[in-house]
């Protein structure tokens, strides 16, 4: 704008204005970029973790997986201790396979296999095996990872629609070696999640889940369960973990 008070011939007016020209372009991609640059670095620290978190969802959308872990669970008067396999499967119907085998520390084992809608029980200690036939699927066991891949599912459509982050939310953190997935529940009264209350409010309360997925593994490492008073209830740490695997 100080142009007019040069006093230079045309030709090197024209240049100038070339130079001044060419100084501006340049600085104004200089200024958009460390403006892109702080917004992304903003967007990161306030926790935007859309690229980091779905690189290790894959386990919320396996269509099958099988894993052995050690689970302890920790009540006012005792923990008791067990060992649990679980195999899941889901077809191009939509039709859910579960097998599951537990074993506590007295050695006894039952076996639980749900499929075509029907339920098979077996146990160490007992002779007989038990069937239910027309048995309705519902991933209402809190030790099963299958209730935490549900409950995330459902709860992170529902926020989608309406807005009841007041009641439930979801969080994720991340750490140095693990992405951490956290439910916290400040409240049952949930239509979406009526299916879920039997195990939510029963005598525990459910204070909030938590999944451990390693980064370098990208699989499930330890989940946990936290009673009313925030104190872990259920301990789950996985010692083997496929996703999606044949289920045989």
């Known amino acids: 704008m100080y142009i007019k008070f040069l006093n230079v011939n045309k030709d090197k007016s024209k240049r100038l204005w070339i130079i001044i020209l060419t100084a501006l372009t340049v600085a104004a991609i200089l200024v958009f970029t460390t403006i892109y640059l702080l917004i992304s670095k903003e967007n990161i620290k306030l926790g935007d ?103 995330y599912n459902d709860i992170s459509n529902i926020t989608k629609n309406s807005n009841i982050e007041n009641k439930v939310k979801i969080q994720i953190e991340e750490y140095s070696d693990k992405i951490m997935y956290r439910i916290l529940f400040n409240d049952y009264n949930i239509e979406e999640l009526s299916d879920y209350l039997d195990i939510l409010n029963d005598s525990i309360g459910v204070k909030k889940l938590e999944l451990l997925i390693s980064k370098s593994e990208q699989k499930p490492v330890e989940y946990i369960v936290y009673n009313k008073d925030d104190l872990a209830y259920i301990d789950v740490n996985y010692t083997f973990f496929d996703i999606n695997n044949n289920f045989k």
């Open 49 to 151: 973790f859309s690229d980091i978190s779905n690189k290790y969802e894959q386990i919320f959308m396996a269509k099958a997986y099988k894993y052995e872990s050690n689970v302890t669970v920790i009540s006012n008067k005792t923990t008791n201790k067990y060992s649990i396999e679980e195999k899941y499967e889901k077809n191009d119907l939509g039709v859910e396979n579960f097998y599951i085998k537990t074993h506590n520390e007295l050695g006894d084992e039952i076996d639980y296999e749900i499929t075509n809608n029907s339920l098979h029980i077996k146990s160490s200690t007992q002779l007989n095996e038990y069937v239910l036939n027309n048995y309705v699927v519902k991933k209402t066991n809190l030790i099963s990872i299958a209730t935490f891949i549900s409950l």
